[in-house]
């Protein structure tokens, strides 16, 4: 069956973002300069996604803001010859169909993902969490539905994480069956490392079978009191099996400070405007 619709969730408190997220959604917070939902939402239309659904929260209110087509200020960059600038937000003006819905209580997670039920529908779809950005030659859903329409089920995205970080992550336990391809055995939400049932963590990229939203309901709250998707997977992977692919690219962290600034240097090096004299900058600063 086709994937034809990813859900973003963007509905967290951003803790780990504090103090700016006490008034800026992080989803917003600029990467060079688009916002990181942007990223997830390109990431998602050029996998060959048709619709995507976006699960807010109070108080977020200007993501969809963000995404509201601009034509006055679109007409005043024309007449004033801006055609570059002008064409950029044509592009995104002509995004395709995005659909909100809202997580009326912040209960984690798996239960933002329950929210787009609705929205979904009886169809698989993918997942993609906006903190995790990605550079890839491929992105990265589009790798992951490759293996999707091999196995025909569920797939999670997943990366060799350090010990010290692999209690911030949802931990595999594999089994391989071809090189950079796994057989989900078991799921732990955030394990403490000496209980890890590996080093790969799922970052932040899923695509699940419809038969996750009956798991999220029977998901007891678990890690940090909330309903965790990690643990829904487990529960589906019960009665389905579900794979796992380390994909290829580099993955950036922005949800923290830390990775955040990372991916500002390393994009930003890339980057074809402003690369070489970041570097020169760079240079000089160090
Ligand atoms: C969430 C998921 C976790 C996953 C991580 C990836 O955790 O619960 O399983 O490994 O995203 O970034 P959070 O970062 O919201 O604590």
Same mark, same amino acid.
């Given at each position: 069956m086709e994937v034809r619709k990813a859900v973003i969730p963007a509905a967290g408190w951003g803790t780990r973002f504090l103090p700016v997220t006490r008034a800026y &959604?992080?989803? /917003? /917070?600029?990467l060079i300069n688009k916002p990181l939902i942007q990223y997830a939402v390109e990431e998602a239309i050029n996998s060959g996604i048709k619709e995507i659904i976006i699960v807010i929260a109070e108080g977020k209110y200007s993501i969809p803001d963000y995404f509201k087509p601009a034509p006055e200020l679109r007409a005043l960059l024309r007449a004033r010859g801006e055609n570059k600038l002008a064409d950029t937000l044509e592009r995104l003006d002509n995004q395709n169909d995005i659909k909100y819905v809202t997580q009326p209580e912040r209960l984690g997670l798996g239960n933002a993902v329950l929210m787009a039920q609705k929205a979904v529908g009886d169809e698989p779809f993918a997942v993609i /969490? &906006? $903190? $995790?950005v990605v550079d890839a030659r491929e992105p990265v859903i589009a790798q992951m539905l490759k293996i999707f329409k091999t196995y025909g089920t569920s797939v999670v995205g997943v990366e060799c994480i350090d010990t010290e970080e692999i209690h911030r992550y949802g931990v595999i336990r594999p089994e391989t069956v071809s090189p950079r391809v796994h057989k989900v055995l078991a799921l732990v939400e955030k394990p403490a490392p000496e209980v890890a049932p590996s080093h790969l963590g799922i970052v932040g990229r899923y695509i699940l079978t419809p038969q996750i939203f009956p798991a999220i309901e029977a998901t007891q709250p678990g890690s940090g009191g909330e309903i965790q998707l990690t643990d829904a997977a487990a529960l589906l992977l019960q009665s389905q099996p579900i794979y796992a692919l380390e994909f290829a690219g580099q993955r950036f962290d922005t949800g923290n400070p830390q990775g955040w600034l990372e991916a500002q240097i390393a994009m930003g090096l890339k980057h074809p405007e402003f690369g070489d004299s970041l570097r020169e900058k760079l240079r000089r600063m160090i």
């Open positions: &959604p992080k989803e /917003l /917070l600029p /969490l &906006p $903190d $995790d």
